[in-house]
């Protein structure tokens, strides 16, 4: 687990340093940095509170410090999507998320019974709260949606 704290650090690091604007460093952490550790996100036995406590923090520094926000500001406006006037930032919470759901969803309504079994076995031992999606882009909707609802009210 320190393994994928040190990776995106010093990912975050690499990509903080170059001379850009902050919007294509965003996209590089989309398109690079979330795309490396997916494969973390999901082969590894984690919790979402980790990722939360870990991976996020580290994520909104370099965000904060590129849109130049105060340590004080959220990031909700930047989850929010694109069309709603937010940047669609999908941190590594999100991501793992979407990492559970790409997992649990083929068993789930696979054509083979025993994988089918598999699935309802595997049901009862972990938190099931990634079974309710049912794709990707659902988990990214709902969690705009949420952020959202907060900026909201």
């Not at 996100?41 to 919790?47: A, P």
């Not at 793992?96 to 068993?107: G, Y």
Request: net charge positive.
């Amino acid at each position: 687990m320190s393994i994928l704290v040190e990776t995106t650090n010093d990912m975050m690091t690499k990509i903080d340093q170059i001379p850009c604007h902050p919007k294509y460093k965003l996209s590089l952490y989309h398109r690079f940095i979330l795309s490396k550790i997916a494969w973390h996100l999901t082969i590894t036995d984690l919790s979402k509170t980790w990722v939360v406590q870990n991976l996020d923090t580290i994520v909104a520094k370099f965000v904060h410090h590129w849109l130049e926000l105060p340590i004080s500001a959220t990031l909700s406006q930047s989850i929010i999507s694109k069309c709603k006037y937010g940047l669609s930032l999908i941190l590594p919470s999100t991501k793992f998320i979407q990492c559970q759901t790409t997992i649990r969803n083929p068993l789930k309504s696979s054509p083979n019974p025993d994988i089918r079994q598999l699935w309802q076995d595997s049901s009862q031992n972990i938190n099931l709260q990634y079974d309710q999606y049912k794709t990707t882009k659902q988990v990214l909707k709902a969690i705009q949606k949420q952020h959202q609802g907060r900026l909201e009210h």
